[in-house]
């Protein structure tokens, strides 16, 4: 069973940056496309960015392009996500996910998510 392990929120004033780690144990994990994804207390969990599986092609969603850098490292089965200028609408818990690039749907499982609070 693939297993995806997210790492690396925290609390964070507004303005400042987190980097986020999405370890997959995947054999292959460079075949797929992958995704993060987030969601916050009471709303349903919403599309952030997406990177295909040579990494040669990235997507964002509106809210945080210009902010947020998605990246891959395919010899450490990892996926990052850099996260620039935060705000406090950014609070939510973060998850990756494998995607259908073109659609940006995921698939298969989901970690257990990792929260980022933004404090004003």
């Known amino acids: 069973q693939v297993q995806l392990v997210e790492s690396g929120g925290g609390l964070v004033q507004a303005g400042g940056s987190l980097r986020l780690s999405c370890a997959v144990s995947?054999?292959?994990?460079?075949?797929?496309?992958m995704g993060w994804f987030r969601q916050a207390p009471g709303k349903e969990r919403e599309f952030v960015a997406a990177i295909s599986w040579t990494g040669g092609n990235t997507y964002y969603a509106d809210s945080v392009k210009g902010r947020f850098t998605i990246s891959r490292d395919n010899a450490k089965n990892t996926v990052y996500l850099q996260m620039n200028s935060l705000k406090p609408e950014d609070t939510a818990v973060y998850y990756c996910?494998?995607?259908?690039?073109?659609?940006?749907?995921?698939?298969?499982?989901w970690g257990q998510g990792t929260q980022v609070t933004v404090s004003s």
């Open positions: 996910a494998a995607v259908n690039f073109s659609t940006r749907r995921p698939f298969g499982s």
């Open positions: 995947r054999r292959s994990f460079s075949d797929y496309s």
